[in-house]
């Protein structure tokens, strides 16, 4: 059995109730936490230049992108980039796009703080990603 719940401005006493119910089937909840197509699209069209930039170039590099292979012409600097994706995975689970649940699907590689070496899109996400990087744009 699969049921699916939408709730827009709930009033308090219903989601203390509403989360107390859940909490006591937790273990035969399975949380939404699936990037789809159309979620990737979203978030994808939701990122400035750059951010776009790393998501394409690792998603069609099979999920792995070099950070050397990102730099180019003047501006060499990448700091910010990837931080923006996930403001944007933030922000879509506030306005509702998806699930809180959604972990950003980019992840900064590298020894630790500072400079990172590249950025990977988990394999299980790649066509989806591919997918919403390379179709034409479309309104929301």
Same mark, same amino acid.
């Given at each position: 059995m699969?049921?699916?719940i939408s709730v827009e401005q709930p009033t308090g006493d219903f989601?203390?109730?509403?989360?107390?119910?859940?909490?006591?089937? /937790? $273990? +035969?909840?399975e949380p939404d936490a699936t990037w789809?197509?159309?979620?990737?699209?979203r978030l994808y069209l939701a990122l400035p230049t750059n951010a776009r930039r790393i998501v394409k170039e690792a998603a069609?590099?099979?999920?792995?992108?070099? /950070? $050397? +292979?990102?730099?180019?012409?003047?501006?060499?600097?990448?700091r910010g980039h990837s931080a923006a994706i996930k403001r944007a995975v933030d922000r879509g689970a506030r306005d509702g796009w998806?699930?809180?649940?959604?972990q950003s699907p980019v992840q900064a590689q590298?020894?630790?703080?500072?400079k990172v070496?590249?950025?990977?899109?988990?394999?299980?996400l790649v066509e989806v990603?591919?997918?919403?990087?390379?179709?034409?744009?479309?309104?929301?």
């Amino acid at each position: 059995m699969k049921i699916t719940i939408s709730v827009e401005q709930p009033t308090g006493d219903f989601q203390k109730k509403l989360l107390a119910l859940l909490a006591d089937h /937790a $273990d +035969d909840i399975e949380p939404d936490a699936t990037w789809t197509k159309e979620r990737a699209e979203r978030l994808y069209l939701a990122l400035p230049t750059n951010a776009r930039r790393i998501v394409k170039e690792a998603a069609d590099r099979g999920g792995y992108v070099s /950070a $050397d +292979d990102l730099r180019s012409g003047e501006d060499s600097s990448l700091r910010g980039h990837s931080a923006a994706i996930k403001r944007a995975v933030d922000r879509g689970a506030r306005d509702g796009w998806w699930p809180a649940t959604l972990q950003s699907p980019v992840q900064a590689q590298g020894p630790g703080f500072g400079k990172v070496v590249g950025y990977l899109i988990p394999e299980y996400l790649v066509e989806v990603f591919q997918h919403a990087a390379n179709k034409p744009s479309r309104d929301w």
